[in-house]
């Protein structure tokens, strides 16, 4: 199983940037995905999440109303649209595989597989 996650970089404060996390070597159709980031010194924190058919999305509140997530399960590729882009959203961006998750949707608990991360960063 791969999880490739991209199209993270540099950002001025407010810009915006697209997310994808192409997935492979799993059936993409019957998991649940998320993104959760880690900044350094930090815990890995939830961001988003999307239910397994792509039409229930999940988002921490830091994020709603500023973030965006699909699931394309045709192209099986995740996509996390970030806009009003603030410098303490700079951190790594790993998307993430769950083939089952209750309710937790936001723990990385109950996710089996990762990937390598995306490094954001947001200059002031």
């Known amino acids: 199983v791969q999880l490739q996650a991209c199209g993270g970089g540099l950002v001025p404060a407010g810009g915006s940037l697209r997310l994808s996390c192409a997935a492979s070597g799993l059936d993409f159709s019957v998991y649940h995905m998320g993104w959760f980031r880690q900044a350094p010194g930090k815990e890995r924190e939830f961001v988003s999440a999307?239910?397994?058919?792509?039409?229930?999305?999940y988002y921490a509140d830091s994020m709603k109303g500023r973030f965006t997530i699909s699931k394309n399960n045709a192209r099986n590729t995740l996509f996390l649209q970030m806009n009003s882009l603030k410098p303490e959203d700079t951190a790594l961006y790993y998307c993430a595989a769950a083939r089952f998750w209750g309710s937790a949707y936001d723990r990385p608990n109950v996710y089996n597989f990762w990937g390598q991360g995306t490094l954001v960063t947001v200059s002031s």
């Open positions: 999307m239910d397994r058919s792509g039409t229930t999305p």
